[in-house]
């Protein structure tokens, strides 16, 4: 059985108030739906190169592989 025959049975039983209820959340899911798979929002952010240009200081300075002052009493 599809689920499109499964969710037919199932109307069919029901009441009138439940089916006019159907009815609603079934269109409010669709408004959303819509507004969900629009293409703007799945557009891939592409990655900007040089953004961190000039963070990092080059080059490093001669003690860099020195155990730092903090970390002495430890070692």
């Known amino acids: 059985m599809t689920i499109d025959q499964e969710i037919f049975q199932t109307v069919v039983i029901m009441p009138e108030s439940l089916k006019q209820e159907l009815l609603h959340y079934a269109k ?26 000039g963070t990092f200081v080059l080059p490093l300075p001669d003690d860099f592989d020195e155990p730092l002052e903090d970390f002495k009493e430890y070692m």
């Open 28 to 53: 409010y899911l669709m408004e959303n739906y819509s507004q969900d798979v629009s293409p703007e929002q799945h557009s891939v952010k592409k990655r900007r190169s040089g953004i961190l240009k």
